[in-house]
């Protein structure tokens, strides 16, 4: 199993940007397909982004297209998750998570691994 780290979050201002970093180890990150999820309180966790292993597609959720982005450096064995111009409505806790699969990457049973979520805030 991977071991993951997100780092990046924090406290903002309605219209801030913020990027997210997801550091993984324990497996070869070439071969890693890495997706972001949000849980904000009381609600459930929701799909945000993935960065698939297989030349580096990517998958956002329709909601957040145009704003949020997800990126990979192989050579950092590092995702990131690049969110603009954010509102009070994306307060919550961001998880990456870790799988080998190319497909079905908006769904939480595809993943293997998860970190321990980073908080982001945004205040109005």
């Known amino acids: 199993q991977a071991q993951l780290v997100e780092s990046g979050g924090g406290s903002v201002q309605a219209g801030d940007s913020l990027t997210l970093s997801c550091l993984v180890s324990?497996?070869?990150?070439?071969?890693?397909?890495v997706g972001w999820f949000r849980q904000a309180p009381g609600k459930d966790r929701t799909f945000v982004a993935a960065s698939t292993w297989d030349g580096g597609n990517t998958v956002h959720a329709e909601s957040f297209k145009g704003r949020f982005t997800v990126s990979r450096d192989n050579d950092k064995n590092t995702a990131y998750l690049h969110m603009n111009n954010l509102q009070p409505v994306d307060t919550a806790t961001y998880y990456c998570?870790?799988?080998?699969?190319?497909?079905?990457?908006?769904?939480?049973?595809?993943?293997?691994?998860w970190g321990q979520g980073t908080q982001v805030t945004v205040s109005s």
């Open positions: 324990g497996l070869s990150f070439k071969w890693v397909s």
């Open positions: 998570a870790a799988t080998r699969n190319i497909v079905q990457v908006d769904i939480e049973s595809t993943y293997d691994s």
